[in-house]
């Protein structure tokens, strides 16, 4: 996928803006599977390569936030990404994300709440 988009891009598509969308949610899905991909390594390593995998693991919030300020700058080009504090969410009763945040974390969800998880990783410390 990466590379259709790169070569619709270079080839002076007119659909720029929806290659960048596509772009960003590609990068986002590549984030996800390299997580899987660094936690399995962790998983079956020892030693050494135990503590390497451990250091690529606490590596993940930092690339995970520079993918996001970029999929951030992306998507504001057209939509209000952070509403009002006093901002009174949507009352019809629908529970899609989208409606029930004030700003854009709903389109990062699983990937919070995975790096959540993975900033209590005290039992690999002692390894």
């Known amino acids: 996928?990466?590379?259709?988009?790169?070569?619709?891009?270079?080839n002076n598509s007119k659909n720029k803006?929806?290659?960048?969308?596509?772009?960003?949610?590609?990068?986002?899905?590549k984030f996800s599977a390299k997580a899987i991909l660094i936690l399995e390594k962790l998983d079956i390593s020892q030693g050494l390569d135990q503590k390497k995998s451990l250091e690529e693991i606490k590596s993940l919030q930092n690339?995970?936030?520079s993918l996001r300020i970029n999929f951030e700058k992306i998507y504001s080009k057209t939509r209000i990404?952070?509403?009002?504090?006093?901002?009174?969410?949507d009352q019809d009763h629908h529970?899609?994300?989208?409606?029930?945040?004030?700003?854009?974390?709903?389109?990062?969800?699983?990937?919070i709440l995975f790096l959540k998880k993975l900033k209590n990783l005290d039992h690999y410390e002692k390894l």
């Not at 803006?17 to 899905?29: G, K």
């Not at 990404?81 to 969410?89: H, R, S, T, V």
Request: no cysteine; aromatic share 14%.
């Open 63 to 65: 690339k995970f936030d």
């Open 95 to 111: 529970s899609h994300p989208a409606n029930q945040t004030i700003n854009f974390d709903w389109q990062f969800l699983s990937e």
């Open 1 to 10: 996928m990466e590379e259709t988009i790169n070569n619709l891009l270079n």
């Open 81 to 89: 990404l952070n509403k009002p504090e006093d901002y009174i969410l």
């Open 17 to 29: 803006y929806t290659l960048a969308i596509y772009n960003q949610v590609n990068e986002l899905v």
